[in-house]
């Protein structure tokens, strides 16, 4: 199950999130095994940029495997209840306009904005400089209650 928050909604996810869990991050795999299942089966949808793929598929490509690459590439556009979204001219905007609000790095701003036009009302990630971005409701993957 996921949050009570998530329940019914959509949720935009940092690349990060994707890190962890591909990772096996000690301190985040629970969370993010928490979370990828609620998604998985339909008790939230997700939503994130084609920068996450990008940036998912350098460490494989990086270290020549290609079997990790085609895995990601498989599971990141398969995954039941997550859309991967391009970057087009909405989303530039909105980025454009979050990035000189609020002075984040592009790649944020981008993610943010890409959340914000695929309907999601909350952006999961583990950055607490995010919190400051008022468009959006940031959860920290910190904050995600664990049994």
Do not use: W
Not at 62 to 85: C, H, K, Q, W
Not at 133 to 140: A, R, Y
């Amino acid at each position: 199950m996921v949050i009570k928050e998530l329940r019914g909604k959509t949720a935009g996810l940092a690349t990060m999130i994707f890190i962890y869990h591909l990772e096996d991050h000690p301190k985040y795999v629970a969370a993010t095994e928490k979370l990828f299942d609620g998604i998985e089966h339909g008790s939230c949808r997700a939503v994130t940029s084609i920068l996450t793929l990008i940036e998912l598929l350098i460490k494989p490509k990086r270290e020549g495997n290609l079997i990790a690459v085609s895995d990601y590439r498989d599971l990141i556009l398969t995954f039941p209840n997550l859309t991967v979204m391009d970057v087009d001219l909405r989303v530039s905007d909105i980025a454009s306009d979050l990035r000189a609000r609020y002075k984040i790095r592009m790649p944020d701003a981008i993610q943010l904005a890409t959340a914000m036009t695929g309907g999601a009302q909350h952006f999961i990630t583990n950055d607490d400089g995010l919190k400051k971005v008022k468009d959006i409701n940031i959860i920290l993957l910190d904050e995600f209650p664990l049994p």
